[in-house]
């Protein structure tokens, strides 16, 4: 196998472990893992306004409302008006949201998290530097993303079925 081949293959086979993961987590819980994401840093940070959401996530305010939404339609947050600054609204979980988090299985970037973390910090860098190189060789150095790992659209429900088969490969 060429080098080409051996990168290839290592990109597929993450690709691969967040879809298996990402199914195991919709089985289990019904989310994805945005959505997980979102509740749990509600729950680790209390009531957050949509723009302190979405700089916690590492993604834009549209699309965290967009998950947002789907949470609200779904009663695993809501939305509160503040009493101190009316133009301010805050995001808290419901009951039936920590109900799920609390059942829900390990994420699978917090494995991640604690093998890199225990990296000495020359091969962290190079790693962060190879995998940035990798994402400008692939142009998707600029495509909104969180550091949760998930394949597929955060907006799932709006793509046909087919099409995020062919997505998926």
């Known amino acids: 196998m060429n080098s080409v081949e051996e990168v290839l293959v290592a990109?597929?086979?993450?690709?691969?472990?967040?879809?298996?993961?990402s199914k195991k987590l919709a089985k289990t819980t019904g989310l994805t893992a945005p959505q997980m994401l979102l509740l749990q840093i509600i729950r680790t940070k209390?009531?957050?306004t949509i723009g302190e959401l979405a700089t916690a996530m590492s993604l834009s305010q549209a699309t965290v409302t967009t998950v947002m939404d789907r949470l609200e339609k779904r009663h695993l947050v809501t939305r509160q008006r503040s009493t101190v600054d009316k133009r301010k609204v805050h995001a808290q979980l419901t009951v039936e949201a920590s109900k799920i988090l609390e059942q829900a299985p390990i994420p699978l970037q917090q494995n991640f998290s604690t093998r890199f973390n225990v990296l000495d910090e020359w091969e962290q860098t190079m790693i962060i530097s190879s995998l940035q190189r990798v994402a400008k060789m692939m142009d998707?150095?600029?495509i909104d993303a969180s550091p949760v790992l998930d394949v597929g659209a955060i907006d799932r429900h709006a793509y046909p079925t087919d099409t995020l088969e062919k997505e998926k490969g």
């Open 140 to 142: 998707a150095e600029h």
């Open 46 to 48: 209390g009531e957050l």
């Open 11 to 21: 990109l597929r086979r993450v690709i691969r472990a967040t879809d298996i993961y």
